[in-house]
């Protein structure tokens, strides 16, 4: 029950705070610009847009949300409140999945997917990972600068392999599945030939980052203010 709430807390904080109409905007410039493409370059346009903007905006967003309950103590509160570690790590990526899952369906119909169910769960495994990339570095910055400059190592392995993997660079190799961006293109597609591959890259690497988030969470925890509580 409190791990419902955390993410019902997460999900009315990101209302206050615009993200659902930035969510909008982009949304809107996409499909402006799907619209002057057609067959299938439009197609491969839309699956690198699925990608990369819904399911990767919460490692984006991620920071500027971090940095705000920062701002405002929320998280000193947190630090000394029955929210667990795991439950800040879940409220923030599950919110953030969720609102990924509905932009990257309304962009897949843009182009297309054999499967929209398979669409929608790479999207909603794919913004957990990102999630928890943000809030890997999000716990370690002071401003929106330093998150920038730490997100950019995520950014550059998670996008170019996968771009060019979407255009055709190694499709039918099952080795490249160990990236969770192209295990997600699979999944955005809809193939069921790689299915299973790609749903363990993307769970193996949840779970890898999951560990490693909650450490990173634990000790804000404890550094709350800048001192050791």
Same mark, same amino acid.
């Given at each position: 029950? !409190?791990?419902?709430?955390?993410?019902?807390?997460?999900?009315?904080?990101?209302?206050? /705070?615009?993200? /659902?109409?930035?969510?909008?905007?982009?949304?809107?410039?996409?499909?402006?610009?799907?619209?002057?493409?057609?067959?299938?370059? !439009?197609?491969?346009?839309?699956?690198?847009?699925?990608?990369?903007?819904?399911?990767?905006?919460?490692?984006f967003f991620m920071g500027a949300l971090i940095l705000l309950e920062k701002s405002q103590h929320i998280t000193a509160s947190l630090a000394i409140s029955p929210v667990t570690p795991e439950d800040y790590i879940l409220g923030k990526s599950v919110s953030f999945a969720i609102i990924s899952v509905i &932009?990257?369906?309304?962009?897949?119909?843009?182009?297309?997917? $054999?499967?929209?169910?398979?669409?929608?769960?790479?999207?909603?495994?794919?913004?957990?990972?990102?999630?928890? #990339?943000?809030?890997?570095?999000?716990?370690?910055?002071?401003?929106?600068?330093?998150?920038?400059?730490?997100?950019?190592?995520?950014?550059?392995?998670?996008?170019?392999?996968?771009?060019?993997?979407?255009?055709?660079?190694?499709? $039918?190799?099952?080795?490249?599945?160990?990236?969770?961006?192209?295990?997600?293109?699979?999944?955005?597609?809809? !193939?069921?030939?790689?299915?299973?591959?790609?749903?363990?890259?993307?769970?193996?690497?949840? &779970?890898?980052?999951?560990?490693?988030?909650?450490? #990173?969470? !634990?000790?804000? /925890?404890?550094?709350?203010?800048?001192?050791?509580?």
């Amino acid at each position: 029950m !409190r791990k419902i709430s955390v993410i019902k807390g997460d999900i009315v904080f990101q209302w206050k /705070y615009g993200f /659902y109409f930035l969510y909008a905007l982009v949304l809107l410039v996409y499909m402006i610009i799907f619209s002057f493409f057609e067959g299938n370059v !439009r197609n491969i346009i839309v699956s690198c847009c699925v990608y990369s903007d819904p399911a990767a905006m919460g490692m984006f967003f991620m920071g500027a949300l971090i940095l705000l309950e920062k701002s405002q103590h929320i998280t000193a509160s947190l630090a000394i409140s029955p929210v667990t570690p795991e439950d800040y790590i879940l409220g923030k990526s599950v919110s953030f999945a969720i609102i990924s899952v509905i &932009v990257g369906v309304l962009l897949i119909v843009q182009g297309h997917t $054999d499967s929209i169910l398979l669409c929608m769960t790479g999207v909603f495994l794919s913004s957990v990972i990102f999630s928890l #990339c943000g809030v890997i570095v999000g716990t370690k910055v002071s401003n929106l600068n330093q998150y920038i400059i730490g997100t950019l190592p995520f950014e550059l392995i998670g996008f170019a392999p996968v771009i060019a993997y979407r255009i055709g660079f190694m499709w $039918d190799e099952p080795l490249m599945l160990i990236h969770p961006g192209c295990a997600t293109m699979q999944l955005v597609e809809g !193939r069921t030939d790689m299915l299973a591959g790609s749903l363990v890259s993307l769970l193996v690497w949840i &779970v890898i980052l999951f560990i490693i988030a909650d450490k #990173c969470v !634990r000790k804000m /925890y404890r550094l709350v203010g800048g001192v050791k509580l």
